[in-house]
């Protein structure tokens, strides 16, 4: 519930930054988590899909 009334707040104050960490921090951990655990494609790396653009 408390999510949903951050991205609320990020909506009516049209913040794009926090919007941004909003994604980061939330939206991205509650999809890794819902990955961990499912069958893999031969052609995933088996690392952190992200980094590599983090990095750059």
């Known amino acids: 519930m408390l999510e949903l009334k951050k991205l609320e ?3 009516t104050d049209q913040d794009g930054t926090e919007a941004l960490r909003f994604l ?4 991205y951990n509650k ?4 990955q961990q655990g499912r069958l893999k494609s031969h ?5 952190d899909p992200v980094a590599g653009f983090k990095g750059r």
Request: aromatic fraction near 0%; avoid cysteine.
């Open 24 to 27: 980061n921090q939330v939206v």
């Open 9 to 11: 707040q990020i909506i």
């Open 43 to 47: 052609l995933d790396s088996g690392g």
């Open 31 to 34: 999809i890794a988590q819902g």
